[in-house]
């Protein structure tokens, strides 16, 4: 079974910066570097959203707008790792950020909180 986690979220000043890794495990027939990897996000009394994605396949890689700029989604298929780079984070970004493969299997989150 596909495991997920998060880790790298906290507290940070706007204008600071964050890296989420999500590390993942458990492929036990599929090979990793085939997996479309993604990060989502979910703010208080809001839906979740699709912050970045990076296919297995060619590495293409889309953001959603409002983070076009300022975030960068990496991955090492040597070590099943996915990142996400945040730079210049605003207040808005505050949001449990949740790994996902496939669209299908899902981390347990890391909080995101960007405050003075």
């Known amino acids: 079974q596909v495991q997920l986690v998060e880790s790298g979220g906290g507290l940070v000043q706007p204008g600071g910066s964050l890296r989420l890794s999500c590390a993942a495990s458990?492929?036990?027939?599929?090979?990793?570097?085939?997996?479309?990897m993604s990060w989502h996000r979910q703010a208080p009394g809001k839906e979740r959203e699709l912050v970045a994605i990076?296919?297995?396949?060619?590495?293409?890689?889309n953001y959603v707008d409002s983070v076009k700029g300022r975030f960068t989604i990496s991955r090492d298929n040597a070590k099943n790792t996915v990142y996400l780079q945040m730079n210049s984070l605003k207040p808005e970004d505050t949001a449990v950020y949740y790994c996902v493969a496939n669209l299908r299997y899902w981390g347990q989150g890391t909080q995101v909180t960007v405050s003075s």
């Open positions: 990076i296919t297995g396949v060619g590495g293409n890689i």
């Open positions: 458990g492929f036990t027939f599929d090979r990793y570097d085939r997996y479309d």
